[in-house]
């Protein structure tokens, strides 16, 4: 009975079907339910008078709540760090759930602000992933980000022998991931990356700058192409 109506009251807040493990033991449900209760009060007290759902964690520091807009339903897990000072802040889709230490950076330096982030409705973004977000990144709906992926949309610029690298300043491109794409845990994307609508990373891979076809499986160091879902392996 708690399975099913828990299941119906995450359903009815998500706008999606979900649907709990039976085999769950009532006393963790009722832990789970608790805990949701308490994350939900601290949401309304970090965005008062906000519309939509916010559920906040343990230890977690939001900077520049003004540039932060949610759909909601939005769950921020224990230790994140979400600092949205930049020209375009952070937006979030409905359903978009930071697991436990996911930091999102949206300004590298002081000296230059950073552009911000767009995220879609129902994504999932793993546990101690980074998102430095200076150069601008957006992700489409439906996507899955596994724990310790990390996003850089920076570049320094070196090309000057007679000064140090940090005082020759940034240059952006951003990074874009389609929708409904799967990556795995330990994915760096560089900047410049823009991975198209369906694709798949393979767990450690290094995405650097360049367009990467939809549906496309990705892996390796650096990322190529190595099949297309739905199609044929590609060359070894």
């Not at 449900?29 to 965005?47: D, E, K, N, P, T």
């Not at 330990?186 to 290094?206: E, F, H, M, S």
């Amino acid at each position: 009975m708690l399975v099913q109506l828990l299941s119906r009251a995450i359903t009815r807040m998500r706008g999606t079907p979900f649907q709990l493990d039976p085999a769950l033991p009532s006393s963790y449900l009722v832990s789970i339910a608790f805990s949701y209760v308490v994350r939900r009060l601290r949401g309304a007290l970090c965005f008062p008078f906000r519309r939509g759902t916010v559920f906040v964690g343990t230890r977690v520091r939001f900077v520049g709540k003004s540039k932060i807009r949610f759909a909601g339903p939005l769950n921020v897990g224990d230790g994140c760090i979400v600092n949205a000072i930049s020209s375009e802040g952070i937006v979030f889709g409905p359903n978009v759930s930071l697991q436990r230490q996911v930091a999102i950076e949206c300004t590298g330096s002081l000296q230059k602000l950073g552009r911000g982030v767009v995220i879609g409705a129902n994504v999932g973004i793993g546990s101690m992933s980074f998102l430095g977000a200076a150069g601008g990144i957006r992700i489409g709906d439906d996507t899955i980000i596994g724990n310790f992926v990390s996003f850089h949309a920076e570049n320094h610029n070196f090309a000057s022998l007679d000064q140090p690298i940090h005082r020759q300043g940034t240059n952006w491109q951003g990074i874009e991931v389609g929708k409904d794409c799967w990556i795995g845990a330990k994915v760096t994307l560089l900047d410049g990356a823009r991975v198209g609508d369906q694709c798949v990373i393979a767990a450690g891979a290094v995405v650097k700058a360049g367009d990467y076809p939809p549906r496309s499986v990705l892996a390796g160091v650096p990322a190529r192409v190595v099949a297309t879902r739905g199609g044929a392996r590609t060359e070894a």
